[in-house]
């Protein structure tokens, strides 16, 4: 099948600088003896480590918005990236696996599973929980943490849920009701001995998402810069903490449409989200609604095959049969700031920032490290 016109986005930069690689070098055999070179040098030789992910919190907005993160801004690193599509289901399973979505096998925020469409955070769909039609140990089979059973902090509220299970399962939790914990929480950690600590923020793609950039996400994060600077307050001697995100944002508001007319009567259903849309093709139209797609779409989205996907590695190498399944025919991929609307994939809200495209507003994630003081 013939790729649309320009139908190359930049892609994660899966064997260097992305966040796969962040598990396997802290947790590997030499441990933080022999670091890769993307990584912050105050890594090196580190005893304790703390990695907090913060979720949504993307390398370009944090460069226009510095001023409002001394602490962040005082940190050593730069940026590298996350995974395609750049969103949380996917992103964080490869950042605890230290697996590309190709190999991992969550590959979206809704994601056709044969016989239903499951919305992974919820795992489920319109008619309920679908935790024992699709076990999450089985969907995602790769053991977190290359096999150790590490602490995590994240919302109490999130322990016990199949997403937890799919991509935390196995570790030991320590859940957080007020994000002050946090620091509190490490500390402790740390000074009990512990070598490595997972934790997890969500506020920063929550604004986001419910209230744009603008007053309201310039506040969040003096929030989240100040979860850091007590968490670095908390640090032992000879310990480092290590900030990263899962994706960054790009504001779309109301720029939001259903794919074309022409598109949807070759379309089966959809799957995937707003900024990395599946298109399912009805049967033995597969060619023919490529060829729709990229005449409607192409100016202002990357359209292409399944094939492209995977013979180009958007989603990583080594994808195997199951998770090929759970593909569509037919990607759209926003360049532009627009989502393409499914009106099976809602929201209690207008969605103001989103994510899930290849723009390195949402493809650049930080990755920055800092000592106890």
Request: glycine residues 8%; negative net charge; contains cysteine.
């Amino acid at each position: 099948m013939a790729t649309s016109p320009l139908s190359r986005p930049r892609l994660p930069d899966y064997k260097n600088a992305c966040i796969t690689g962040i598990i396997p070098a802290l947790l590997g055999p030499q441990g933080t003896k022999e670091i890769p070179d993307w990584m912050p040098t105050c890594v090196q030789g580190a005893r304790q480590v703390v990695l907090l992910v913060i979720d949504g919190l993307g390398w370009h907005q944090l460069q226009k918005n510095i001023m409002h993160c001394p602490t962040l801004a005082t940190m050593q690193g730069s940026s590298i990236t996350t995974v395609a599509p750049t969103t949380t289901v996917s992103a964080l399973t490869s950042i605890t696996t230290g697996l590309a979505p190709a190999e991992h096998g969550l590959v979206g925020y809704r994601i056709d599973m044969g016989v239903r469409v499951m919305q992974m955070l919820k795992w489920g769909d319109e008619k309920g929980d679908l935790r024992n039609l699709y076990p999450p140990d089985l969907i995602q089979p790769c053991p977190p943490f290359m096999g150790a059973s590490v602490p995590v902090l994240s919302k109490a509220e999130l322990e016990g849920s199949a997403f937890t299970e799919a991509h935390l399962r196995g570790v030991r939790p320590r859940g957080w009701r007020a994000a002050s914990s946090i620091a509190v929480e490490v500390g402790q950690l740390l000074r009990n001995g512990e070598k490595f600590v997972y934790a997890y923020y969500d506020g920063v793609d929550k604004i986001a998402h419910e209230r744009g950039f603008g007053s309201f996400y310039e506040a969040e994060l003096r929030s989240a810069d100040e979860i850091v600077k007590n968490i670095q307050a908390s640090l032992t001697p000879d310990s480092v903490l290590i900030v990263t995100a899962d994706h960054g944002q790009v504001m779309v508001g109301t720029n939001t449409t259903p794919p074309h007319a022409d598109v949807l009567a070759m379309t089966a259903y959809q799957s995937g989200e707003g900024r990395f849309r599946w298109l399912h093709a009805r049967d033995g139209v597969e060619v023919e609604l490529f060829a729709r797609a990229t005449a409607r779409h192409s100016d202002v989205a990357w359209v292409a095959s399944k094939e492209q996907v995977i013979d180009e590695n958007w989603l990583g190498p080594r994808l195997g049969s199951a998770t090929r399944k759970r593909l569509g025919d037919v990607a759209l991929v926003p360049r532009e700031p627009i989502s393409f609307d499914d009106a099976a994939d809602t929201s209690p809200f207008l969605l103001q920032c989103r994510h899930g495209a290849l723009t390195d507003d949402e493809l650049d994630v930080p990755l920055l490290a800092i000592t106890g003081k």
